[in-house]
């Protein structure tokens, strides 16, 4: 995969710079296998690798399609922020976040708190 790696059993981490359609499309598709395993996972995001606008339309408009499966499968999104400010201020924009969201978004500083987060999100 080149856009997610399994850090460990059901855990996912984001991998790569998401820049045009067609790394959305690759992501889109990549996620689905993700998905087609029908098991419970958590799923790590650096905030630095936020997609460029080619690259998550057709994220968004995948991702609208599978609300329900997402919401059912998806245990934890943990986004990594190590920048102090940024984090408080994604903590801040969190539970308006969490409306739009079809499964629980969590905040991190670190990979290693992402995967602590992540890992208590599977029990």
């Known amino acids: 995969m080149k ?5 460990e059993p059901g ?6 710079r998401l820049q045009t359609e067609q790394d959305g499309c690759d992501w889109t598709a990549e996620y689905g296998e993700l998905l087609a395993a029908n ?4 799923v790590i995001v650096n905030v630095d690798d936020q997609p460029e606008v080619a690259a998550g339309k057709p994220m968004v408009l995948w991702m609208k399609a ?8 998806i245990r934890v999104t943990v986004y990594i922020a190590d920048d102090a400010e940024e ?5 801040r924009n969190l539970p308006g976040r969490a409306k739009a ?4 978004a969590a905040i991190a500083a670190s ?4 995967l602590f987060l992540a890992r208590a999100s599977l029990i």
């Open 101 to 104: 969201l079809p499964y629980p």
């Open 39 to 42: 098991r419970p996972l958590a």
């Open 111 to 114: 990979e290693a708190d992402a």
């Open 11 to 16: 855990i996912f981490i984001a991998t790569g």
């Open 3 to 7: 856009f997610f790696r399994e850090a």
């Open 66 to 73: 599978r609300k329900a499966e997402l919401g059912r499968l």
């Open 87 to 91: 984090r408080a201020e994604l903590e």
